[in-house]
């Protein structure tokens, strides 16, 4: 089975409004607010990480939830994200160059 | 504003969080509009190095919308420097500015950075109009090319009309240009005394005559019966809200690093190169005391028919001598949309009505002239 790689889109706003995250889309405007495991997807998405990695790591590790079920569901989550372009994802691993925000704090404040 | 950005704010507003900043980079400037309320000379604008660090602090303090604002922006040799440090921490930026120096170039590169919108300055489709009020020959057209080629790259776009006597008949054109171009367009009459308080750009503010004229138009604002309507009372609720975002929600640096509540509203509350931007925001007396008026507050709003409706801005009551007073051009504004004068407007009346008998009094003496005489 092929891995999924994601990457923020450097053309999104984004920031952490008392831990809940709000994304701008760069196409349109459009507001989103993330849940908290969209959150988690959105700040593990350095390109590099491997999707079922970041579920192993951060997701199964934070709620109870079984891994094969828990990848699926991200999956579906990184896809619908990508559909609104608040991500890109890959089944190579997105260099950080195509990511002016590569390197950023992926929108966190205080 | 959509429904979930209002949510946002609201949401900032009980966090204490600066959701929108005005950040103006230089008050230099390629024009010389006439109505300009800025003094143009530097007088030690931040440097690079200073602005990426507020930038930074900004970002942590939680500010999300940012607006690089001037004078020109582009005048800056560092603009896409910031620009890019900006875009970095995932702001949302909006840029305003007369975009004279916007070629195709620098269209791609604001593209590439992910701005959210440009506001461009435009006063009239007439060049002898626009270049009059700028005093700069030429300038409609750099600024029209602007707008095409940020257009050309997928850019929004948003014409700002300010509306003054020099240019009252001109709005429908500078409408019918911006549907041309593809690109929004807004109007506002509101004409700013200068920030050292000067207030002879007022003398180029419309009259009510034209106000009138203006509210009335639907291609503005839609059904007039009910943007003119006479509004409905207010309840206790409505005179406990705040007068508007200044100091809740917003506030507005300048290029020195002082912050204020907002672009037109000149109270210092501090100066980010001597203090966190964070903590001027929360601790400073002055952004306090700006926050805590609420309608009811207001020395003289509460009991006007407008409370509820009215543009009041609390910068402009500020400028006028009393930041929980009226602010005349917006009792105006609300005369002129719904034929009923201001509590302002009648204590005015009222005050000039009782001046005037005092005079009467007072020239009416015989008996104190006949016994001295």
Redesign the interface.
Known sequence: MSRLYMARN?????????G?M?I?S?RD?????LNKTATILWQSADGTTPLDEIVKRRICSEFEVEPTEALHDAENLARELASHEILQISEEPIPPRNT??G?????E?? | MSGLLQEMTEKAQRLNIPFNVQLDLTYRCNERCVHCYLDHDDHGEMTTVEIKHLLDEMAEAGVFILTLSGGEIFLRKDFFELLEHARHLMFCVKLKTNAVLIRESQAARIRDLGVESVQISIYSHRPEVHDGITLIPGSLKRSVDAIRFLKSQGLKVIIANVLMTQNRQDYPGVRALAAELGVECTLDPTITPMMDGNRSTLDLAVDQNTLRQVFRDTALVGDVDEFCAIPAPSGESELESTPCSAGHTACYVSPYGEVFPCVQFPLPTGNVRQQRFVDIWRDSDRMKEVRSIRLKDLTTCPSCTHVGSCTRCPGLAFMEGNMRGPSSQDCGKSFARTGIPSANMLAKKSAAANLGHNLVQIRTAPNLASATA
């Open positions: 450097p053309k999104v706003a984004a920031r952490s409004l008392d809940e709000m701008m760069g405007s459009t507001l989103f607010t002016v925000a390197e950023s704090r992926a929108g404040s205080q």
